[in-house]
């Protein structure tokens, strides 16, 4: 099932800021298809496109009007079953995203649920019976519909909690996740994925999919919600693919996600790789991989091959990698990221190294997001390339330094970051170890200590990855013979006295011959 996941490679749009092909200053599914060329020239089999419904934007997207018409900033559901085809015509897949735990307060059912006679809606949201009883653990929504009672909200105080209710029930108005209601929300929801699938979109990135099903601590009712949805997916759609926001993939993947994502909140320790006081992928050189590596197992060994755990090099809730990385020590987190497990995500951006902009002023419910939102750098047109619209019509301000990366710039520039992660991409295609599948056992990931080193390996062959990322030569014990050398950025590793000798800031994956 989503056999296509095997060999996938994500990149991730923010369709607001990627190419603005009608001059209004916010991008749009035509300047998305006039690029797909550039992401499959960089090696990227597959996209994740940001919501892009009806919405007012208070959370750029993420609180939905209408969960069947896109927006017309972005274009028309026409343009939505273009983009689909141009996708396919090019060989690769499409993801879009869905919001399954709240809309916005203008969604006609939120509308039709403040309604104090009782109609089809009024379950479809958590609400409390008295506007004087707010429910427990969350925020609410409160004394602004003729219904009296508060309305339980899942994000931003715009973004009203749909109802799939409660695992642990507590008060008389909580309802089973087996009511009327409840139930009747997640019909709702799967006529929405079966519309767009039915379109032509490949799959859903799910926002907040561990939060549905309330007061359930382990997460065992909202695993059981979405065991159901996976079972309509066989049944219906088997190739469609589904990756979790939750960042616990001991759950979601019994849930029968195909995949789900490493976060910068959880208990992952994702942030120790690249965003923290001391980053592991930083030339100082004072990170630790070691609880990161033991999570990490602990997941892979509980999901018990259930599915994919994904890494992502950011996305645009975090800080972009440049804030803590510089070129170099990114070319070797890309040597990580496409090294490991799961299918790899790239942030739009990332693969030049664009920066997080200090200090903006929020964008759409952005806040120190925006930062990390700002327009493509494509060219040194006007605005980057990336829109004719007058700067000031820009939905983010770019990033204004003279030096800012650009793809023209990094394409003309062999030793660009841009051309690592273009070759970087070709190697793992060409080895079916480095990709989704192959098996991973970790040979050095010790406390506060350097290289980080793995196999990876199918029934036919094993890849040996050793990552150096701190500016010092280091060596680790090992009794392994190399082989032949498929990538090396940095220096060659050299086998001295029984260990392996690892040159500073440098990473090299190594096909194995035997052991001595
Ligand atoms: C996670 C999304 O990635 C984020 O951007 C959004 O604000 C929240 N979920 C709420 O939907």
Not at 132 to 142: H, L, N, V
Not at 346 to 370: A, P
């Amino acid at each position: 099932m989503a056999k296509w996941l095997d060999d996938a490679i994500f990149y991730e749009i923010y369709p607001q800021s990627f190419m603005d092909s009608n001059a209004d200053g916010i991008g749009d599914f035509q300047g998305i298809i006039s690029k797909l060329d550039y992401i499959k020239g960089l090696g990227c089999n597959a996209l994740w496109i940001n919501p892009c419904f009806t919405s007012p934007f208070g959370d750029a997207g993420y609180d939905v009007a209408d969960y069947y018409t896109i927006a017309p900033r972005y274009g028309t559901n026409e343009d939505a079953k273009q983009l689909f085809e141009e996708v396919h015509k090019r060989g690769m897949h499409i993801l879009f995203d869905l919001v399954p735990g709240h809309t916005s307060v203008e969604h006609k059912w939120f509308k039709e649920s403040m309604k104090p006679e009782k109609n089809a809606y009024t379950d479809r949201y958590v609400w409390t019976d008295s506007i004087w009883e707010a429910p427990e653990d969350m925020a609410s929504i409160r004394g602004i519909s003729d219904r009296d009672g508060s309305c339980a909200v899942n994000f931003f105080s715009s973004q009203p909690a749909l109802n799939y209710g409660y695992y642990k029930i507590t008060k008389s108005w909580q309802m089973s996740p087996e009511d009327e209601g409840p139930r009747a929300t997640l019909e709702a929801m799967k006529d929405v994925i079966r519309f767009w699938l039915t379109m032509g979109c490949d799959g859903f990135r799910v926002d907040m999919a561990g939060s549905l099903v309330k007061q359930d601590e382990d997460g065992k009712g909202t695993i059981a919600l979405w065991k159901k949805v996976r079972k309509f997916l066989d049944e219906e759609f088997p190739d469609a693919a589904f990756v979790s926001e939750w960042g616990e993939p001991d759950k979601s993947l019994q849930g029968g996600f195909h995949m789900d994502f490493l976060l910068h909140f959880g208990p992952s320790h994702y942030n120790d790789l690249f965003r923290c006081e001391h980053p592991y992928f930083n030339k100082e050189g004072k990170g630790d991989i070691s609880e990161f590596v033991a999570k990490y197992m602990e997941n892979y060994e509980k999901s018990e091959k259930k599915g994919l755990i994904c890494i992502p090099s950011g996305n645009h809730d975090m800080e972009r990698l440049a804030r803590q990385l510089d070129p170099e020590d990114m070319k070797i987190a890309f040597a990580f990221l496409l090294s490991m497990p799961g299918a790899p995500f790239i942030y739009y951006g990332d693969e030049i190294g664009m920066r997080y902009l200090e200090n903006l002023t929020s964008v759409e419910g952005g806040y120190n997001r925006t930062g990390s939102r700002s327009p493509m750098q494509w060219d040194s047109g006007v605005n980057a390339g990336f829109s004719t619209a007058p700067k000031e019509k820009l939905y983010i301000q770019q990033d204004e330094s003279a030096d800012r990366p650009t793809v023209e710039k990094q394409q003309a520039d062999e030793a660009s970051l841009y051309h690592e992660v273009k070759k970087l991409i070709q190697i793992r295609q060409s080895h079916k170890a480095l990709q989704s599948k192959g098996e991973i056992e970790f040979v050095y990931a010790e406390k506060d200590s350097y290289p980080f080193a793995y196999m990876r390996s199918t029934q036919e062959e094993k890849i040996l990855v050793v990552l150096n990322p701190s500016g010092k030569e280091v060596r680790f014990d090992s009794r392994l013979a190399l082989g032949e050398s498929i990538y090396s950025y940095g220096g060659e590793l050299k086998v001295q006295d029984g260990s392996i000798v690892v040159p500073a800031c440098s990473a090299n994956y190594i096909l194995l011959t035997g052991e001595k």
